[in-house]
């Protein structure tokens, strides 16, 4: 397998809050559906705006998880976090078409959508795998060489 190669920054941020993040993502999608409301992916939407878009230390979920972190007495464990800012504008353009199907009455695609985002929230969150990565290395890379 082709060495996976993650967009780099210089600056560090705590693994266990993106982890949890991706929790509480999970946590929000399966809401939309399960209370038939557009209103859980559009707060998601609002959210991958901040964490990927502004330099805003805390959207509401990194709020939450940081809250979390703090009452489980989770330790820091740095990493860079140039792939997280990746993945969270994947998260964001997955999330406004889960949000734009879902405002056309296309429930099945955007559940479809949904389901492809909680598979990779999953990764992340249970695994620490990062798909924005493996995207960044296969599909994003090779348009620049």
Avoid: W
Wanted: proline share 4%; with cysteine; charged share 15%.
């Amino acid at each position: 397998m082709k060495q996976l190669v993650c967009p780099v920054s210089n600056e560090r941020i705590n693994e266990r809050l993106t982890r949890l993040n991706a929790f509480f993502t999970i946590l929000i999608v399966a809401a939309g559906f399960v209370f038939n409301s557009v209103i859980f992916p559009l707060v998601l939407l609002a959210d991958f705006f901040i964490r990927a878009f502004t330099r805003s230390k805390y959207s509401p979920v990194s709020f939450v998880s940081a809250g979390l972190a703090r009452l489980l007495h989770l330790s820091k464990k740095p990493i860079d976090k140039a792939p997280k800012i990746f993945a969270a504008r994947l998260g964001f353009l997955m999330t406004l078409v889960i949000a734009t199907l879902f405002l056309l009455q296309l429930y099945t695609a955007s559940m479809v959508v949904a389901g492809i985002l909680v598979f990779f929230a999953t990764l992340e969150s249970a695994f620490g795998i990062c798909v924005g990565c493996i995207i960044y290395t296969y599909f994003i890379l090779p348009l620049y060489k």
